[in-house]
């Protein structure tokens, strides 16, 4: 696994310029903007805001008070452009310590935007990203519907992503911390389907008390409901039924 150091500062300089091999390896259609993410640095959990409506969209880090509140906010440095169709932050997915953001490319003004890939932002470990440019890790992902990072959902101690296909199909891409500069330690698996129905789809890591990473979603009819991972990346029973009235949240 990566450290800091030597390390970083390698990985810093692989990010920068590497690319995936494997093209649009599932050829789906392209989803809608997604605006919010959950930015966890180490020491909190802390909320980015997206502005959607701007081409050079500001950003905002929310910073938690460890009391179900918030702390203050700035604005980060760093921006997102307006082809940035879905943002969200996986953890540490680089096995450096700091949280990172990865982000699907949208329609562009030139083959230069990489249409449809998945890039990488790292994190710095002080609220915003390390400004060395973002790593291209994947392609065809610009024909997903929605993609969170659940964490660890493998059990293998390196935190992962999944996505939702426009045809309601679940994906784990299992991360590999970037150990030996790879970022994804196996091809996508399909764990699931019919997930194009609920309205939302987010993890918080370990909801049920087993030590084990869940995934909840929340149904049209505002429906809120626990999926129980079986901590080898899949579930170990059907979704429950835990809460209602959740479909105001959006």
């Known amino acids: 696994m990566m450290t800091c150091g030597l390390d ?15 093209i649009d390896p599932l050829g789906l259609e392209d989803p809608p903007l997604h605006f919010m993410l959950d930015f966890r640095a180490p020491f909190g959990s802390k909320s980015l805001h997206v502005n959607p409506s701007i081409a050079d969209r500001p950003s905002y880090l929310y910073r938690g008070n460890g ?9 980060l440095v760093t921006t997102f452009s307006a082809i940035d169709k879905i943002v969200f932050s ?11 953001v990865m ?13 449809g890939w998945l890039v990488l932002d790292a994190g710095d470990g002080h609220g915003d990203m390390e400004g060395q440019g973002y790593g291209l890790i994947g392609s065809g992902w610009g024909k997903m519907r929605s993609a969170f990072g659940p964490g660890d959902f493998f059990g293998d101690r390196k935190n992962d992503v999944m996505a939702i296909t ?10 590999n911390a970037f150990v030996n500069y790879v ?6 698996q399909k764990i699931g389907s019919g997930w194009g129905s609920f ?14 990473t869940d995934v909840m979603a929340v149904s049209k009819d505002g429906g809120l409901y626990l999926y129980r991972g079986n901590g080898r990346g899949g579930f170990a029973a059907a979704g429950q039924r835990i809460g209602n009235g959740w479909n105001v949240f959006r």
Not at 103 to 115: K, L
Not at 166 to 175: A, N, V
Not at 183 to 188: G, I, L, V
Not at 200 to 205: A, H, I, N
């Open 199 to 212: 309205l939302t789809v987010f993890s918080r890591g370990d909801s049920s008390g087993d030590g084990k």
């Open 103 to 115: 982000m699907v490319h949208g329609y562009g003004g030139s083959v230069n935007d990489y249409r």
């Open 8 to 22: 970083a500062e390698l990985k810093r300089t692989f990010l920068h310029s590497f690319r995936e091999l494997v």
């Open 90 to 100: 996986p953890g540490d997915f680089t096995g450096d310590g700091f949280s990172d």
């Open 166 to 175: 426009s045809t309601g199909d679940l994906y784990l891409f299992r991360g």
């Open 183 to 188: 970022a994804w330690s196996a091809p996508a």
């Open 67 to 75: 009391r179900s509140g918030f702390a203050g906010f700035k604005a």
